[in-house]
Every structure is written in C-alpha cells, then in structure tokens.
Nanobody
C-alpha cells in the first residue's frame, strides 16, 4: 500500500495546520491509521491514530486537546487537524497503517506501511 502524507508547512506558534493521509489503490479498511512524528535529534513518537472501521481515536498526551484525527470515507483520507501549534511540534510527520489493538496503537512496530512524511515547522 502506498501512503502519502501531505499538508505540512511553516506556521507560527498558536497557528494550525491540517495534514492528510491517502492510500493509493485500496481502502484503509480494516486498518488503523496512525500519525507519528520525528523531531530533529529525537526518536519517532506516536501522535494520534484512528481505526478506519469504528472510528476509535487515540492521542498522545502531548497533543491531546490540541489535535484531532478524523476520516473521510468518500475521499479515503485521514486528517490530522493540528491546532494551537507549539515550536515543540516541529517534526516530520508520517502516516502509517497497521492492524493494531488498543495496547499497540502507539507502537511503530505495529504498523506495516508508512508514507514518506511531511515537514511541519512551527516558529516561535
């Protein structure tokens, strides 16, 4: 499955961006779609995830209350709405799909296919 993440850019602190993740050639069903990020010099970290079937959502503590994740069946797209952005949110954001359970949704190893990443830069 080819995933494409896009929508990154440069934004001032307090601003917002919406990232999109699409899959070519197939539906996201029955996968979980996750967003991860990697900041310069840091490990990849979980951001948020959504079960395509059922819509359960999951968030890291660092983005809870600021980010939302949603899906659009008609466009076969998952969105990550990022509000109240902080300089600490600066990273390359990746979307990925995997067959997860609740306890593994935040683990990169639970995801089998990854997009190429989109850079988000938040200036102070």
């Amino acid at each position: 499955v080819q995933l494409q993440a896009y929508g990154g850019g440069l934004v001032q602190a307090g601003g917002f961006l919406r990232l999109s993740c699409t899959a070519s050639g197939r539906s996201f069903s029955p996968y979980t779609v996750g967003w991860f990020r990697r900041a310069p010099g840091k490990e990849r970290e979980f951001v948020a995830a959504i079960r395509w079937n059922g819509g359960n959502t999951y968030f890291s503590d660092s983005v809870k209350g600021r980010f939302t994740i949603s899906r659009d069946y008609s466009k076969n797209t998952v969105y990550l709405q990022m509000n109240s952005l902080e300089p600490e949110d600066t990273a390359v954001y990746y979307c990925a799909i995997g067959r997860t359970i609740a306890s593994t949704v935040n683990r990169p190893s639970a995801y089998s296919d990854w997009g190429q990443g989109t850079l988000v830069t938040v200036s102070s």
